[in-house]
């Protein structure tokens, strides 16, 4: 199997995609250029600027006019090139893409992909580094998915397309220059089936996307045989394989970069704590960002970041608790 | 217009027939909105409805240049657009009623009419958002090889939303065989148009991108279906998007239950006045057309429309469960817990 970055993995797993089906494109600026990431790099040489389409800074339109050629039958592929732009396209994401189903009674149905590379990366400061996946999924209609690993970017990202429903992926672009054996053969994704990175015993931490290998370092290093679950899609989501884990450890912890205060963190808790009932854990706790935007200066935001220095100590503290 | 009037005793020429058409569809959108107020203000139909009484000569125009496979997206006030379409009358009014049967099955009310089937792509309850959508299926039609044009209504309000700006020049910088429709009815809810548009309006903001426009009066049926007919053949020719500029008054308030007490009672006598299904019958008439059977057409549009009405009266309520349905696949929602 050969060794990919999680761009290189991407870009392969969507070209194989858009030669199995030619109903499958893909928009967004600087596409025909590469994409800012490498993610579409030489794409439109294979497919051609009708297929990879290089847009206008005009995130409304990308996000609204893919899902007008989804109501036609094409499969777009629709890139914000940032997640923080998508707030730019948030109505048609959000009022239009995830209801049109729905709310026409089953008569048209949004069968697209929106890649939003977010999070932290290179000093971006605060307009160019949010995590707002939580944001995604509480809206009805919507997949979510968040790869940690470089063979995950390419199968959810495979599964997305294939996927009826809209799937939102939030993609880490932290990781996009990550490597990781990928097996392009391999099925797409399943989504709601987590991964368990690593066994243990004690301790069951819950994390995705740009946190997953920060976890699994800092489980490593923890001196605690940690559990480490990489829930991969976040809507729908492993309950069963949390719960399950939860159940034998008692310990729970939630590792993610966004903001704790009503993150997915606070979701996957809640849904332990019904499940299991009040008593059943000895320690809880999440870890993520304060409640303040993502500085620019190196040292500010590593004062925010989770890192595996950090997360291995709020392992042992649960540990203990 | 051909001014001849027919010869006696033989049939009607194509174009009187085509005219008759387009009389008709204004006649059955009308009777459908005048029930359709009626429902919302005696409190049968829940919700809100938008009508477009006084503005229909624009969707007919439209539409009856339009094919099937062709499509449209509208906006809050639908049912017009919806009907000159080929959408089914009496699904729209189940669905305005709330019944099992609806267009959308009761997930979308008045504001949501939608008939894929006929290429209606939905009303929006979101100003301008029809119009990204437009231009991607004009571009996904593209990529699926099929020839088809998209017909975007929207109103003047929309013209000061960026989904505005983005479309159009997202449809002039591919090409794309849309026409856009800018339904100037003179007020964007409670608020007249030159209070909240600067400059000279969306024909002349078209045109700055590159987008050619026409400007019409909108009241007058023979203009519009003139306009459309131009527009919509330059578009099919591969010349790229146009805009129909489409000036117009709408009769209603800005909902069924608005009063409308901003605007002086001489105006609104005013544009009545100028009454495009009035406008129309006349032209017919000129042609040689019986007043008898134009009052036949409009007794036989409200009948219908009644109808319909009497069935959704009479239709049973949806299935709760269908709340759920129609959600996602991937995830679905659990039905609350009976
Ligand atoms: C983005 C957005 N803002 C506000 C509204 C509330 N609203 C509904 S209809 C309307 C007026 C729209 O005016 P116009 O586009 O001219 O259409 P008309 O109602 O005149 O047909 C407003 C403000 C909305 N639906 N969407």
Redesign the pocket.
Known sequence: MPRLSFAEATRRALAAEMRRDPTVWALGEDLGRGGIFGQYKGLVEEFGPERIVSTPISEACIMGAGLGAALVGTRPVIEMRIADFALCAM?ELVSQIAKVRYMFGGQGRASLVVRMPGGMWRNSAAQHSQCLEAWMVHIPGLVVAAPGTAQDAASLLKAAIRCDDPVVLMESKNLWTAEGEVDEDAPPAEFGRARIARAGEEVTVVTWAATVPVVEAAAERSGVSAEVIDLRSLWPWDEAAVVASAARTRRLLVVHEAVTVAGFGAEVVARVTERLGPGALRAVGRLGAPRAPVPFAPALEDALRPTAERVAEAIRRLARG | MDPSPPPAGGPPPNETVRLLAMLRLMLRIRAFEREAVAAMRSGEAPGVV?A?IG?EAIAAGVCLHLRREDRVTS???GHGHALAKGADARAMMLELYGRAGGACGGKGGSMHIADFAVGMLGAN?????GIPIACGAAQGLRLLRQDAVVACF?????VN?GPFLEGLNWAALYRLPVLFVC???????F?R?AESTAGAGAAARAEAIGVPALAVDGTDPLAVDAAAADLIAAIRAGAGPRLLHARCY?WEG?TGTDPAAYRPAEEVAAARARDPIRRLAEALIARGVAAAEIAALEAEAEAEMRAHREAARAAPLPDPAAAFADVQDTGAPAPCPA
């Open positions: 109505d | 938008h477009s503005q906006t809050h006030r309850g979101v100003v301008g958002a929207f109103g003047d309000g929309a939303r339904e100037d009815n003179g007020f964007a809810a608020t148009t709408r800005h």
